[in-house]
């Protein structure tokens, strides 16, 4: 019984995936999830109690999981003396996309979920989310930078906020692109020399190694 509920599960989530693929989640049906997974409506209600419960559990723990990396290489970083940070800002920056790559490339599907078929959840800000708290950190490494007698060049509010946006909006797009992990990789490192480039020259640091 126990392995014929879990037979069951695994294919209502098969095939709720492929709708909200399909239709995105605000225009995938319930009642076509649950035909095709050949439920009764009230067998599919005591596994989940909605449509969002139903997405939610095809999201959530790697939405939640990408976000717990970003915030754990984020709280690493701002416990290093002040000195340290400067010296070590673009080693903690390229260590964290490397660990939220390996981990959206090992679970592409749940992440093409959030990225294309989210609208109408709590998931549809995903990226504009990761962005604000990028965008908090970096003006609080400004004022790191300040504080230590570096000069920088703070930019519009709303520039910067396009230019953060673009950057996660880029990196996603690459790694949810069908293609081999290994341009994948080359790509983001390319990606991450190119804006890594634009806040160094913002940030002064390419004068201060003339």
């Not at 701002?78 to 490397?98: C, F, H, I, T, V």
């Not at 078929?117 to 995903?126: D, L, P």
């Not at 290994?182 to 913002?202: I, K, P, V």
Request: net charge negative; proline share 2%.
């Amino acid at each position: 019984m126990e392995q014929e509920e879990h037979n069951t599960l695994k294919t209502i989530l098969s095939v709720a995936e492929e709708e909200f693929l399909q239709k995105g989640y605000r225009d995938a049906s319930l009642r076509t999830i649950v035909k095709k997974a050949g439920v009764t409506t009230g067998a599919f209600y005591g596994y989940f109690k909605s449509k969002e419960e139903l997405f939610d559990a095809l999201v959530k723990e790697h939405y939640d999981y990408i976000n717990c990396i970003y915030d754990d290489i984020l709280h690493e970083f701002e416990k290093l003396p002040p000195e340290e940070q400067k010296l070590r800002m673009e080693d903690y920056s390229s260590a964290g996309l490397k660990k939220m790559f390996d981990y959206i490339w090992d679970h592409k599907i749940p992440f093409y979920l959030i990225s294309k078929s989210a609208g109408g959840t709590k998931y549809e800000n995903f990226l504009q989310n990761i962005t604000q708290k990028d965008i908090a950190s970096t003006e609080a490494f400004y004022d790191v930078l300040e504080k230590q007698g570096t000069k920088v060049e703070r930019i519009d509010p709303m520039i910067e906020q396009l230019v953060i946006l673009s950057t996660f909006t880029s990196f996603f797009t690459l790694i949810l692109r069908d293609i081999p992990k290994e341009d994948a990789q080359r790509g983001l490192e390319q990606m991450f020399r190119f804006y890594r480039g634009g806040w160094n020259s913002l940030m002064h640091f390419s004068d201060e190694k003339k």
